[in-house]
């Protein structure tokens, strides 16, 4: 069976943990955030607001789609790079 929607892809993934972060959210730039558009735009929902305006974040099930990075509004907040070789994310046939 060969998948053909994004819905059915992201049904799929298997992750490769790496240790070092391909993605990290600096929470000091975040408290003067008022969008929040990594928490909406998120197809994997890793970014949880928290109470005092930081963001809480957890890439080990990260799409690598660069969606949060694109979005979001304040300069230095993500650093986004593709993880090394032979981690992150693939997705399996069904």
């Known amino acids: 069976m060969v998948m053909t929607t994004f819905e059915e892809k992201i049904q799929t993934p298997r992750f490769k943990v790496d240790a070092i972060p391909h993605i990290v959210v600096h929470a000091e730039v975040c408290h ?40 979001c509004n304040e300069e230095g907040a993500i650093e986004w790079s593709y993880p090394r070789g032979g981690y992150g994310v693939t997705f399996r046939e069904a």
């Not at 003067?32 to 607001?49: D, E, G, K, Q």
């Not at 005092?52 to 789609?65: A, H, R, T």
Request: aromatic share 16%; hydrophobic share 40%.
């Open 32 to 71: 003067t955030c008022s969008v929040r558009a990594c928490v909406y735009v998120c197809p994997a929902n890793l970014f949880v607001p928290l109470d005092d305006g930081g963001i809480l974040f957890n890439y080990e099930e990260c799409f690598e789609c660069g969606t949060c990075y694109i979005a």
